[in-house]
C-alpha cells in the first residue's frame, strides 16, 4: 500500500522512468557486499545509483541529502530502503563514496544503452540525433594558485575560440559523409550552383537547431541540475557529477512526458463518456 503511494509521489514518478535494475547490471557490487564481511551497508548498487540521481534531482548537498533520507519515506524509497523509527544514517559520506566507487566503473556507453532502450516508446524521431559540445565549469576553493588560475582560463579561452573549428576537420567530414550525416560545415570547395541554396537552407536549419534545442538543453542542465559549477575532485566523480546530472535532466523531461499522456488519455476518457 505504501509503495503505491509512493509511485504516486513526485520523486515516485521519477523512479518509474528509470532503469534502475539494467543501470545496476553495467556496475560490478563492491566487493564487501560480495565477501558478506563488516558491517551491513545502508544500500546496494541501485541504491548508490538512486542516490546520485537524488542528488540533482533535490539539489542538495551531501549532508543535506542524508538528512532528508532519514527523514521523508519517500526519498527512502527511492533508495530501495525502509529506516526504523530508531534507525539514522549517520554517514554524510555516503553519496561521496557512492559517487568515487560508480565514477570509476562508470561504463557511459552501456548505461546509454539502457536509458535507450528504456525511454525508447517516450522518444520522438528515433532516427534522428544532433550532437554538439559544452563546458562544465568546475568550483575552485580558496587557496588557489594565481598561476594556476590564469593557466586555466587562458587554457579555456583558447580552447573555447577554436571550439567550433575543430569539428569540421577532414577525419569529421569524411566520417558523416560516408554514413549520411548531414552536417553544418562550411564547403571546403566551390558548390555547384543547384546545391549552395539547399546547403544554405541546411545549414540555417541546423544552427537554429542547435541554438535552442541544444544549447537550451545544455542551460537547463545547468541552471537546475547542479552543472552550473561541478564540485568534484578528481576525473572519476568529475564524470560521475556530469553524466548523471545530465541523466536526471532527461529522466526529468521522460516523467513529465509520460504524466502528459497520462493526462490526456483521462481527457479523452471522461469526453467519451459525457458524449456517451
Given at each position: 500500500?505504501?509503495?503505491?503511494?509512493?509511485?504516486?509521489?513526485?520523486?515516485?514518478?521519477?523512479?518509474?522512468?528509470?532503469?534502475?535494475?539494467?543501470?545496476?547490471?553495467?556496475?560490478?557490487?563492491?566487493?564487501?557486499?560480495?565477501?558478506?564481511?563488516?558491517?551491513?551497508?545502508?544500500?546496494?548498487?541501485?541504491?548508490?545509483?538512486?542516490?546520485?540521481?537524488?542528488?540533482?534531482?533535490?539539489?542538495?548537498?551531501?549532508?543535506?541529502?542524508?538528512?532528508?533520507?532519514?527523514?521523508?519515506?519517500?526519498?527512502?524509497?527511492?533508495?530501495?530502503?525502509?529506516?526504523?523509527?530508531?534507525?539514522?544514517?549517520?554517514?554524510?559520506?555516503?553519496?561521496?563514496?557512492?559517487?568515487?566507487?560508480?565514477?570509476?566503473?562508470?561504463?557511459i556507453a552501456a548505461m546509454q544503452k539502457q536509458f535507450a532502450l528504456y525511454?525508447?516508446?517516450?522518444?520522438?524521431?528515433?532516427?534522428?540525433?544532433?550532437?554538439?559540445?559544452?563546458c562544465y565549469e568546475s568550483r575552485i576553493s580558496f587557496p588557489t594558485p594565481?598561476?594556476?588560475?590564469?593557466?586555466?582560463?587562458?587554457?579555456?579561452?583558447?580552447?573555447?575560440?577554436?571550439?567550433?573549428?575543430?569539428?569540421?576537420?577532414?577525419?569529421?567530414?569524411?566520417?558523416?559523409?560516408?554514413?549520411?550525416?548531414?552536417?553544418?560545415?562550411?564547403?571546403?570547395?566551390?558548390?555547384?550552383?543547384?546545391?549552395?541554396?539547399?546547403?544554405?537552407?541546411?545549414?540555417?536549419?541546423?544552427?537554429?537547431?542547435?541554438?535552442?534545442?541544444?544549447?537550451?538543453?545544455?542551460?537547463?542542465?545547468?541552471?537546475?541540475?547542479?552543472?552550473?559549477?561541478?564540485?568534484?575532485?578528481?576525473?572519476?566523480?568529475?564524470?560521475?557529477?556530469?553524466?548523471?546530472?545530465?541523466?536526471?535532466?532527461?529522466?526529468?523531461?521522460?516523467?513529465?512526458?509520460?504524466?502528459?499522456?497520462?493526462?490526456?488519455?483521462?481527457?479523452?476518457?471522461?469526453?467519451?463518456?459525457?458524449?456517451?
Amino acid at each position: 500500500m505504501l509503495h503505491k503511494r509512493f509511485l504516486q509521489t513526485d520523486p515516485g514518478q521519477l523512479y518509474l522512468s528509470i532503469p534502475f535494475d539494467a543501470l545496476a547490471a553495467t556496475l560490478p557490487a563492491p566487493k564487501g557486499s560480495l565477501s558478506g564481511k563488516g558491517c551491513k551497508p545502508w544500500m546496494d548498487v541501485k541504491g548508490g545509483i538512486a542516490l546520485q540521481f537524488l542528488k540533482h534531482y533535490l539539489c542538495l548537498s551531501d549532508e543535506l541529502l542524508i538528512q532528508r533520507i532519514n527523514t521523508d519515506w519517500s526519498i527512502q524509497y527511492f533508495c530501495g530502503i525502509q529506516l526504523k523509527p530508531n534507525e539514522v544514517i549517520r554517514d554524510t559520506n555516503l553519496p561521496s563514496w557512492w559517487r568515487g566507487y560508480i565514477g570509476k566503473h562508470l561504463d557511459i556507453a552501456a548505461m546509454q544503452k539502457q536509458f535507450a532502450l528504456y525511454w525508447k516508446e517516450e522518444i520522438n524521431q528515433t532516427n534522428i540525433s544532433t550532437e554538439d559540445a559544452t563546458c562544465y565549469e568546475s568550483r575552485i576553493s580558496f587557496p588557489t594558485p594565481v598561476k594556476l588560475l590564469w593557466a586555466c582560463c587562458n587554457e579555456v579561452y583558447v580552447s573555447y575560440n577554436r571550439a567550433d573549428k575543430i569539428y569540421a576537420t577532414n577525419g569529421n567530414r569524411t566520417y558523416c559523409t560516408s554514413n549520411k550525416i548531414t552536417t553544418n560545415f562550411l564547403p571546403k570547395s566551390k558548390q555547384k550552383l543547384q546545391h549552395i541554396e539547399q546547403s544554405k537552407v541546411m545549414r540555417a536549419v541546423l544552427n537554429k537547431e542547435r541554438g535552442t534545442r541544444l544549447e537550451g538543453s545544455f542551460g537547463n542542465e545547468k541552471n537546475h541540475y547542479l552543472l552550473q559549477k561541478v564540485n568534484a575532485r578528481n576525473a572519476d566523480t568529475e564524470k560521475c557529477w556530469i553524466f548523471f546530472g545530465m541523466m536526471t535532466a532527461n529522466a526529468s523531461i521522460i516523467t513529465e512526458r509520460k504524466q502528459r499522456a497520462i493526462r490526456k488519455a483521462a481527457r479523452r476518457f471522461i469526453t467519451i463518456q459525457n458524449s456517451n
